[in-house]
């Protein structure tokens, strides 16, 4: 091939007879004043000879389809291949308008990228590549003997929606469980889930124990059942005998077996900014985003919005009597400020202040002091001494505790009780349907977001509490990583804890719950056995215990915490032993004694001698005038 471009005698336009050698595979500028002639020599002599040889070697039926150029006035040009041309235009503000795009270069580049390209993890940067039935079995074979572990199919994998049909689906095919959100469901009871929320749904399709010699039909037929049901993916989580779990994850096509991200075919559309199937989810492949920014909103949080707080064209004198004034003045009244308020008032941060200000302190209800949770150790270690006295354990014998929902105090105590020589081996956690508990633990993860379920066993595991604290504390010997998760959940309502913290999390905890419906018919049948009445929490905590041995086979002896009395509870405990028709008020004490032949308890009994002194109640987001009104 050439080396040089060579043109002579061009005389196109104002051209006189020009001879020139261009260099190829160089960049060349053509400068010059206006009418020199830069056009006539790069538009209308090379692009034009380039673009009329080209067209010349496609058919004669090809050709009719394009537009035909004229042969330029030019003796000869050597050295010339097909050409391509970029009209002459104003700069261009779209920003998918790059020299690749233009030149039509980058329509080849995604084809090279598609066929020669190979896909890499975009978290770890591990090379993915496709796996057969046989590479996914011979990877489970490799688990040690007797290693016990569940075969998943992901059918959903970080969704919106309820998935009524999908659950609806896997319960007619004959499957018994599914996991959802990394918590196990049996797919008998119902599964509400918030359509607002992103969930992952996975149907458990076999349940083994690893045994090389007889195991390899029954692996071979749950693999090939799992694939088929979720597009060539299949989970393996393995059951360690500690309680913990580990996750691998397999695809048929392409995927990262750590992280479970499936790539699929690579094809062009892969890399073209374009095409939703391959732009960026964040900027839609316009390489930026708009976002709003509080602080260039209204950047001094001193003034109020008739001040002009809001900089914002539209807003920036709010007048009473105005569109946006009525509709301010309107969120006022609903919200408790005027236009004159200062955006610094708007604040808890401005509540404290003021409470400050006249001496109060603002505390959370349930920040738990050393006061109460040293009493509850005690409660841990006079628990395992019973059991030696009445010969139910042997000495340094070990034992689980089971802690029912309730304030994570409880839970914080018997981990100390633990840590000083009390022989607990597994704590477990029980949660009512707000399952918060059991997401922390499993996952790590705490959500303070997420949707609000009342049930019969209200409980303070929102993990909002300084016993929190306390632990992640003690599991992390670092108080700056606990203040920064602490920052996380203030800012944006959760926080993600390590996976080494997640790692010792699971190595001692492990966490279950259920619903109303399992928490009553729990205390109907421990009462029907053992003529022995709980309450709701309790009755959490035993089909928690339930949940755990039936899942582990750990049958080791366990405390279950007892933490409030049934006639706390009476109405939803009459309903748990098949009373529809109940009475009211502190009438249901009478009743629940009577049904059961136990007296209510003193210092519930005798609230029948007393005054009511608080019958005021207040809007949630009138509290802070409330507050300020009781210490006036």
Known sequence: MAKDIIIKGARVNNLKNIDLTIPRDKLTVLTGLSGSGKSS?????????????????????????????????????????????????????????????????????????????????????????????????????????????????????????????????????????????????????????????????????????????????????SIETAASLAG?????????????????????????????????????????????????????????SFVVSPDLVIPDKNLSLFGGAIVVNGFKTIEPGSYSGTLFTALGKKYGFTLHTPIKDFSDEALRQELARRGYFLSSANSINWGRVLPQIVYYISAYCDLLRDEKIQPDQAVNVCVPTGNFGNILAAYYAREMGVPIDRLICASNSNNVLTDFIRTGRYDRNRAFHNTI??????????????????????????????????????????????????????????????????????????????????????????????????????????????????DSVLSALGEEEKQNGLELLDELSEKTGMPAPKPLASLRDKEIRFTQTVEKDHMVDAVLGMLE
Request: glycine share 6%; net charge negative.
């Open 457 to 570: 066993s209200p409980s303070m595991d929102i993990l909002i509490s300084s016993n929190l604290e306390r632990l992640l504390l003690a599991l992390t010997q670092d108080d700056e990583q606990v203040k920064d998760y602490m920052a996380q959940l203030s800012a944006t309502g959760t926080y993600q804890v390590s996976d080494r913290v997640r790692e010792k999390l699971q190595k001692r905890f492990a966490g279950y719950f259920c619903d109303d419906a399992e928490t009553k018919a729990v205390i109907g049948r421990i009462y029907q056995k053992y003529d022995y009445l709980i309450d709701p929490h309790t009755a959490v905590a035993f089909d928690a215990l339930e949940q755990y041995r039936s899942e582990t086979g750990d049958q080791t002896p366990c405390i279950v915490v007892s933490t409030a009395s049934p006639f706390k509870f009476c």
């Open 41 to 221: 020599l790069a538009f209308d002599t090379l692009y034009a000879e380039g673009h009329r040889r080209f067209v010349e070697s496609l058919s004669s039926y090809a050709r009719q389809f394009l537009g035909q150029m004229d042969k330029p006035d030019v003796d000869s040009i050597e050295g010339l291949s097909p050409a391509i041309a970029i009209d002459q235009k104003t700069t261009s503000k779209n920003p998918r308008s790059t020299v690749g795009t233009v030149t039509e270069i980058y329509d080849y580049l995604r084809l090279l990228y598609a066929r020669c390209g190979v896909p890499h993890c975009p978290v770890c940067g591990r090379e993915i590549k496709q796996q057969t039935v046989d590479s996914i079995i011979d990877s489970i074979l490799a688990m040690p003997e007797g290693t016990r572990f569940m075969v998943l199919a992901p059918i959903v994998r970080n969704a919106k929606g309820t998935h009524e049909k999908v659950l609806a689906d896997a319960r007619r095919s004959g499957y018994a469980r599914v996991r959802v959100d990394g918590s196990m469901y049996d797919l008998s009871e119902k599964i509400e889930l918030d359509k607002n929320i992103k969930h992952s749904i996975d149907i458990v399709v076999d349940r083994l124990v690893m045994q090389k010699e007889t195991i390899g039909t029954r692996l071979t037929d």
């Open 232 to 288: 060539g993916m299949v989970r393996v989580v393995i059951l360690n005998p500690d309680g913990t779990e580990e996750e691998l994850t397999f695809s048929q096509n392409y995927a990262c077996k750590t992280h479970g991200i499936s790539l699929g075919e690579l094809a062009p559309r892969m890399f073209s900014f374009n095409s939703p199937f391959g732009a960026c989810p964040d900027c839609d492949g316009l390489g930026e």
